[in-house]
């Protein structure tokens, strides 16, 4: 059980780039979420899904998009890489219940993107 | 619109001893879920604590416990018999109990945690 699996670890693009940060999930959740953090500011909600083919936008969605044609998948796209979107990404995904098994509720979080915009 | 405060950036205990970290939260909500995690600096986001608002007892996990209280908006951590692996930023979370809200976490600023000898 891999749990939530981000791709790349790292990745330096180029202003006006553009490019694709995997997620996937294999604990069969329903929801799932990106979030990015950044110095001094906690971690923000990018955009979030409830279900396959489900998405909506969450604090900071602006220069990114999602789609959700899997229960397993969710990738986030940079459409034009800006300075501004130099971060730290997060993919997480959770249960739509509280307890299942073994969990609490909780979000699961993938071990993170370094994104680096120059 | 929820917001979480953590108020501070940064805290020091030293090994073995007992260390609190504050959080506060405004909502207008009467269900809801209250976390706490860890970011080593390996970056992984670890639960360490989780609080359902309904339940007046304050949970607890090993040398982990949280001083709950819905009144005042208050979630502090205490950990206890601190260790050197305990040193990491420390996120207060928020989630809403309504339906559609599991991924919709609400994060404060942190706390950076650092142990000494």
């Not at chain 2, 073995?16 to 879920?33: F, G, I, K, P, Q």
């Amino acid at each position: 059980n891999a749990g939530v699996t981000q791709t790349p670890k790292f990745q330096v693009l180029k202003t006006g780039q553009s490019m694709t940060l995997q997620c996937a999930q294999d604990m069969n959740h329903e929801y799932m979420s990106w979030y990015r953090q950044d110095p001094g500011m906690g971690l923000r909600l990018i955009h979030y899904s409830v279900g396959a083919g489900i998405t909506d936008q969450g604090e900071v969605p602006n220069g990114y998009n999602v789609s959700r044609s899997t229960t397993e998948d969710f990738p986030l796209r940079l459409l034009s890489a800006a300075p501004s979107q130099t971060s730290v990404y997060f993919c997480a995904s959770s249960y739509f219940g509280l307890v299942r098994g073994g969990e609490k509720g909780e979000a699961f979080f993938g071990q993170g993107t370094r994104l680096t915009v120059v | 619109a929820q917001t979480v405060t953590q108020s501070q950036p940064e805290m020091s205990v030293q090994e073995a001893e007992t260390v609190t970290l504050s959080c506060t939260y405004d909502t207008s909500e009467s269900d809801y879920y209250l976390f706490w995690y860890k970011q080593p600096p390996s970056r992984q986001m670890i639960l360490v604590i989780r609080q359902e608002a309904y339940k007046q007892q304050n949970a607890t996990e090993n040398r982990f416990s949280v001083n709950f209280q819905k009144a005042a908006k208050s979630f502090s951590l205490k950990i206890s018999d601190s260790q050197l692996g305990d040193a990491a930023m420390y996120f207060c979370a928020y989630r809403s109990a309504a339906a559609g809200t599991a991924s919709k976490l609400t994060f404060g600023t942190g706390t950076r945690l650092q142990v000494t000898l």
